[in-house]
Nanobody
Framework: QVQVVESGGGLVQPGGSLRLSCVAS????????MGWYRQAPGKQRELVAT???????NYADSVKGRFTISRDNAKNTVYLQIDSLKPEDAAVYYC???????????????WGQGTQVTVSS
C-alpha cells in the first residue's frame, strides 16, 4: 500500500515564507513526476509546480519566481519552498506522486490528503 503525506502548512503573514514537504512511502518501485497542486475555496484544483525524477521543473505562471520545487529521490520526498506569500496563495496544497507500485513500469498517480496554507496578517 502506498501513502503520500504532506506536511508544513500553516498560518503565514503576507510576504512570509513556508516550506511544504511531501513523502511517499510503501510499495514503491520507482517514482516519476512529483508535484504540487492547490485548491482554494470555491475554485478548481490548479497546478502549482512539478518536478521529474531527473529534476526538470514546471511552474504555474502565478508562482514563478516565488515558489521553488525540489526533491530528494533517495527519500521519496518533494518540497515546495514558498516565498513572498500573497493572500491569493491561500489554499489547500496537495502533493502527488506518479509511481510504479508493482514493478511493472506502469505508473499511477497517488495523492496526499492536503495541507492548509493560510495567508493573513
Amino acid at each position: 500500500q502506498v501513502q503520500v503525506v504532506e506536511s508544513g502548512g500553516g498560518l503565514v503573514q503576507p510576504g512570509g515564507s513556508l516550506r511544504l514537504s511531501c513523502v511517499a512511502s510503501g510499495s514503491i518501485f520507482s517514482i516519476n513526476t512529483m508535484g504540487w497542486y492547490r485548491q482554494a475555496p470555491g475554485k478548481q484544483r490548479e497546478l502549482v509546480a512539478t518536478i521529474t525524477s531527473g529534476g526538470s521543473t514546471n511552474y504555474a505562471d502565478s508562482v514563478k519566481g516565488r515558489f521553488t520545487i525540489s526533491r530528494d529521490n533517495a527519500k521519496n520526498t518533494v518540497y515546495l519552498q514558498i516565498d513572498s506569500l500573497k493572500p491569493e496563495d491561500a489554499a489547500v496544497y496537495y502533493c502527488h506522486a506518479d509511481l510504479d507500485p508493482y514493478g511493472r513500469s506502469t505508473f499511477y498517480r497517488y495523492w496526499g490528503q492536503g495541507t492548509q496554507v493560510t495567508v493573513s496578517s
